[in-house]
Nanobody, 128 residues
Framework: VQLQASGGGLMQAGGSLRLSCAASGRTFSSYAMAWFRQAPGKEREFVAAISWNGGSTYYADSVKGRFTISRDNAKNTVYLEMNSLKPEDTAVYYC??????????????????????WGQGTQVTVSS
């Protein structure tokens, strides 16, 4: 599976962006998908995850109520809608795939080693 993230850019605080992650392969619809991010000088952290059929979602507390993860299995794509952006959202955003498909819940869903495939990342910069 290859993952290609896109949609990043420069945005003012309070604005919105939508990230996309396109996956190759016919097994995308069976995978759980997630977004992580890594800010300069910090460790990569979990942002959001969605189960194989979109029936379950899971968010980091820092983005809950502002970000929405969704997927379109017909297009092999997962999205991250980001609203009310803050400067602290500035980071490289990565999409990841978990072949298990079902969200394990806290804390496992937030752990990098749960995910088997990773995309290359897209930069999001939020200015104040």
């Amino acid at each position: 599976v290859q993952l290609q993230a896109s949609g990043g850019g420069l945005m003012q605080a309070g604005g919105s962006l939508r990230l996309s992650c396109a996956a190759s392969g016919r097994t995308f619809s069976s995978y759980a998908m997630a977004w992580f991010r890594q800010a300069p000088g910090k460790e990569r952290e979990f942002v959001a995850a969605i189960s194989w059929n979109g029936g379950s979602t899971y968010y980091a507390d820092s983005v809950k109520g502002r970000f929405t993860i969704s997927r379109d299995n017909a297009k092999n794509t997962v999205y991250l809608e980001m609203n009310s952006l803050k400067p602290e959202d500035t980071a490289v955003y990565y999409c990841a795939a978990d072949t298990y498909g079902v969200l394990a819940g806290s804390p496992d869903t937030e752990l990098e080693y749960e995910y088997d495939y990773w995309g290359q990342g897209t930069q999001v910069t939020v200015s104040s």
